[in-house]
């Protein structure tokens, strides 16, 4: 071999070694405790929480009291920031605790966990369902028909999100779903006469569950039934108050009995209740797979 192309390679070898170290050194964690990655010493005593509206914030803080893990700490952000986190994580092999929910697409991305919650904090047999401002059957019988037989299940809303997170505008995600699924969304629209343009609003919360829910509401009601749809996106009391007052005609994103029991206390006599919209639906804490705690008891 030729001196030069030696040289050559001496240097790509060097290069592919200090790479191979740069790689290896993001595995560990910030105290470069390589053993930490898989469990909880050296890590942060931190829950990556969303908006501090999500029923899963109050739910969380009741877990931390629950199971008596005062030294952690629930970290506020948003759906998105919490997500980018979990896949900065996955990418390090770090630690890391989020607020997670089913459905997600992040289930469909990341070999992910709950974490066991025998005290039951979470709730059991959780659902989403739909809620409507009062005098809505008089006002737009269409539309209430629609939406009080409106329900599908968490596989389909997952095609949705998974569309969504590998990048598609969320009306085109919801929209392509729709036209791919006609028998599907025959049983929710079959004959109901459409109206020509009324006005109409939905709120949701910028949760990827409920971006999917409300953009196949929205597309089905303009489409099929002849509605003009502003969807507000909004906090989660506002959400509430706003189906409460009236302001908005419906939501499809409220979770009970647990997830939104606050919410329920305060506003449900103020609205009606069209029920499950989707069913078997799960709220908890979540980590890698590759992590080696269990249960919350074991953040202990
Ligand atoms: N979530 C998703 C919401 C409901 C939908 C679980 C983040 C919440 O915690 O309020």
Redesign the pocket.
């Known amino acids: 071999m030729k001196l030069k192309k030696m040289k050559k390679l001496m240097v790509l070898a060097g290069l592919a070694s200090l790479f191979a170290l740069t790689a290896c050194g993001s595995a560990t964690n910030d105290n470069g405790d390589a053993s930490a990655a898989n469990g909880l010493s050296g890590m942060k005593h931190e829950i990556i929480g969303?908006?501090p509206?999500?029923?899963?914030?109050?739910?969380t803080e009741q877990a931390i009291s629950d199971y008596e893990l005062e030294d952690w700490k629930l970290i506020e952000g948003s759906?998105a920031a919490m997500t980018a986190m979990l896949d900065k994580a996955i990418k390090a092999e770090d630690p890391i605790i989020i607020?997670g929910?089913t459905p997600?697409w992040m289930f469909a991305k990341y070999d992910l966990k709950y974490l066991e919650d025998p005290q039951k904090t979470y709730g059991e047999a959780e659902e989403?369902h739909t809620i409507i401002r009062q005098g809505l059957k008089d006002d737009h019988p269409t539309a209430y028909e629609f939406l009080d037989r409106f329900e599908w299940t968490s596989d389909e809303m997952g095609e949705i999100m998974t569309a969504i997170q590998e990048g598609s505008d969320p009306a085109e995600a919801a929209k392509n779903w729709v036209d791919a699924h006609p028998e599907r969304v025959d049983e929710w629209v079959k004959d109901l006469s459409p109206v020509n343009g009324d006005t109409f609003k939905l709120s949701y919360?910028a949760?990827?569950?409920?971006i999917a829910s409300t953009n196949v509401l929205e597309y089905v009601l303009e489409s099929k039934l002849g509605y003009d749809v502003t969807s507000l996106q909004v906090e989660?009391g506002p959400m509430w108050t706003g189906v409460a007052s009236g302001d908005v005609d419906a939501s499809a994103?409220a979770?009970l009995p647990l997830?939104?029991a606050d919410y329920w206390a305060e506003f449900g006599e103020k609205l009606e209740d069209l029920g499950p919209n989707m069913t078997g639906?799960k709220?908890g804490l979540v980590v890698p797979a590759y992590m080696e705690i269990n249960s919350i008891e074991d953040l202990k």
């Not at 949760?207 to 409920?210: G, I, V």
């Open positions: 969303i908006d509206g999500a029923g899963i914030m109050k739910a759906g607020t929910w997600h989403i919360v949760w990827d569950s409920e989660a994103a979770w997830t939104h639906v709220t």
